[in-house]
């Protein structure tokens, strides 16, 4: 049954998917940020360890257009079209990083440690 329905929606998702991600990229160039920004430390604990692995300067490329894009949001108002242009949103800066910690993740669960960077709540 699922592969019926695989089979007849995969056409519709092919035609969708690109303008989807077309939006998505107009969306994130308003504000000049790329994808991999919206990525919460505090939500996946592998993006706060991926984040750490990261250059110092990359970081803080990274905080910077977050902060620029909270204070454009804030005062309603969206980078020049000129800049909006110059934007990369899919360029991807902690692919590699976070797909190696989410693999030591993966062995660490199948031998059976924790994670070193686990919450534990009282």
Do not use: C, I
Request: aromatic share 10%; net charge neutral; hydrophobic share 35%.
């Amino acid at each position: 049954m699922s592969r019926a329905l695989a089979k007849l929606f995969d056409p519709l998702v092919a035609w969708m998917a690109p303008r989807y991600q077309a939006v998505v990229a107009r969306e994130l160039r308003k504000y000049g940020l790329r994808y991999e920004d919206l990525y919460d430390p505090q939500y996946d604990l592998d993006v706060d360890e991926a984040l750490k692995r990261l250059p110092q300067e990359v970081v803080d490329a990274r905080n910077q257009r977050l902060k620029r894009a909270h204070d454009l949001n804030m005062k309603h108002s969206e980078l020049p079209k000129e800049l909006q242009q110059l934007q990369t949103p899919y360029e991807f800066y902690m692919k590699d990083t976070l797909d190696l910690v989410k693999l030591e993740t993966e062995e660490r669960v199948a031998l059976g440690t924790g994670k070193p960077y686990e919450r534990h709540f009282p």
